[in-house]
C-alpha cells in the first residue's frame, strides 16, 4: 500500500489522464484528474497522495495507482468513491475536478446541507446534488470543517467564489472574509439581497487582502 509517491513527471497521457512518475530509475503510472495533469508540468518534482485500486478502468483487473495533489483531495475522492452508489474511481475523478477549486466551500456546502451551492457554484444536477448531500453530510470530514454559526453561509460562500475566481487561494482569503462578514453583522437572518451585499463586501475584502500583504 502506497501511502505517497515523490518524484519527476516524465511523461503526461491526456488520452488515459495518467502521468508517469521516476522514483530511483522506476516509472509510477499515476490516473489523475483532468484538472491535475493541466497543472503539473514534464521535469516537474511532484509529490501525489495515492490511493491504490485493484482494478479499474486503465488496468485489467491490474492494480491502479491514483494521485492527489493534496491529502484533503484525497479524502474527498475516498468519500466520493465509497459512500456514493454507482460512483467509481472514474466518476470520482470528475466529481473532485468539479470542487478541487474551492474544496473549503465544497464542505461547507455539505456540512450546511447548500444545495444552491452544490449546483449553481460547482455544476451538479440537483438530483445528484440530494445524494450527495445524503451520502457525505454525516461524515467526520465534512462534520469538521468549522466557520462561525453566525455568519451568512451563502453570503460566505459567493464571496469566497468571487476571490478564487479573482485568484486568490482559499487559505489566503477564509480568515479574512469571516472577519470581514463578523465586523460588518452579516448573520444568517440577514434580509439584502445577496448580490448586493457581495458588491459591498467585496471591496472591504479586498482592502483588507492588499493591506495584509
Known amino acids: 500500500m502506497y501511502s505517497y509517491i515523490e518524484g519527476k513527471v516524465v511523461e503526461k497521457n491526456i488520452e488515459k489522464n495518467l502521468c508517469i512518475v521516476e522514483v530511483n530509475n522506476i516509472g ?4 489523475v484528474s483532468e484538472t491535475t495533469l493541466k497543472q503539473i508540468d514534464i521535469s516537474e518534482i511532484k ?14 483487473g491490474l492494480p ?12 474527498i475522492f475516498i468519500a466520493f468513491k465509497d459512500n456514493l452508489s454507482n460512483v467509481g474511481p472514474k466518476k470520482a475523478l470528475e466529481y473532485l475536478d468539479k470542487v478541487k ?15 444552491k451551492s452544490l449546483t449553481s ?8 446534488a440530494e445524494k450527495i448531500i445524503s451520502a ?19 453570503i460566505y460562500t459567493d464571496l469566497l467564489s468571487a476571490l478564487t475566481n479573482l485568484g486568490y487561494k482559499e487559505q489566503q482569503i477564509k480568515n479574512i472574509v469571516e472577519k470581514i462578514l463578523t465586523q ?10 445577496t448580490q448586493d451585499l ?7 475584502v479586498l482592502k483588507e487582502l492588499s493591506s495584509a500583504k
Open 28 to 31: 509510477y503510472e499515476i490516473v
Open 47 to 60: 509529490k501525489f497522495y495515492i490511493v491504490e485500486i485493484s482494478s479499474g478502468l486503465y488496468s485489467s
Open 64 to 75: 491502479t495507482l491514483y494521485g492527489f495533489l493534496s491529502k484533503e483531495e484525497k479524502q
Open 101 to 115: 477549486k474551492n474544496i473549503t466551500e465544497f464542505k461547507l456546502a455539505i456540512k450546511t446541507k447548500n444545495y
Open 121 to 128: 457554484l460547482f455544476g451538479f444536477k440537483h438530483s445528484s
Open 136 to 154: 457525505l453530510s454525516s461524515l467526520e470530514l465534512f462534520m469538521k470543517e468549522e466557520i462561525k454559526e453566525s455568519i451568512n453561509i451563502e
Open 184 to 193: 460588518n453583522k452579516i448573520v444568517l437572518n440577514d434580509a439584502m439581497e
Open 198 to 204: 457581495i458588491s459591498q463586501l467585496l471591496p472591504l
